[in-house]
Every structure is written in C-alpha cells, then in structure tokens.
Nanobody, 121 residues
C-alpha cells in the first residue's frame, strides 16, 4: 500500500501561484508514476499532469501546459505541482495519485484525499 497526503491548497487571486505537495509513505515511492488530477464542482475528475518514476518524462493536460510544472523528489518521497498564472477555472479539489504501470496509463492505483484550490477572479 501507498498512502498519499496532499497539502498546499488554498485561496489565491487570479494570476497568482501555488505549490501543491504530495507526501507518500508505504511501498517504494520511487517505482511509481505519480500524477495530479482535479475535480471541479459538478464536473468529472480530470487529468492534470504526470511524471515518470525518475522524473525524466512528464505529461500535461493542454489546459495547464506552460503554467503548471510537476516535479518529484524521491529522496523525500514527495511529488509537487507548481501552479502559476492561476485562473478561476483552475478552481477544484486537486488529487495526487500513483500508478505502478506507465506514464501513459489511465489507471491509477493509489489516491490521496485531495486539497482544495480556489482561484478568485
């Protein structure tokens, strides 16, 4: 089992920045692809970004490309999501997730509880 705990959410004005963190415990963190997802009120959960086990590959949703950056520190068992130029439409609960398959896999095995990000206009 892998336990994931997100932090760093909050209220920020449009154009502002936040950095989300996801601390992992349990099985070997460094062997997992890690991803961030988000779910806005009344909408389905959507993919935001993913990073390979060694950080060598990343994927982003088109809606966040150029504004968000995913990174990881395997020594700290932590994955980050740096969010710049935030827009009101980025408002959502952000979830950290891990999968033991590949960066292109849509199937994630472990999920955190989520952290709220609210961007005011």
């Amino acid at each position: 089992q892998v336990q994931l705990v997100e932090s760093g959410g909050g209220l920020v004005p449009a154009g502002g920045s936040l950095r989300l963190s996801c601390a992992a415990s349990g099985r070997t963190f460094s062997s997992y692809v890690m991803g961030w997802f988000r779910q806005a009120p009344g909408k389905e959960r959507e993919f935001v970004a993913a990073i390979s086990w060694n950080g060598g590959r990343t994927n982003y949703a088109d809606s966040v490309k150029g504004r968000f950056t995913i990174s990881r520190d395997n020594a700290k068992n932590t994955v980050y999501l740096r969010m710049n130029s935030l827009k009101p439409e980025d408002t959502a609960v952000y979830y950290c997730a891990g999968n033991g398959h590949s960066i292109s896999s849509p199937s994630y095995d472990y999920w955190g509880q989520g952290t709220q990000v609210t961007v005011s206009s």
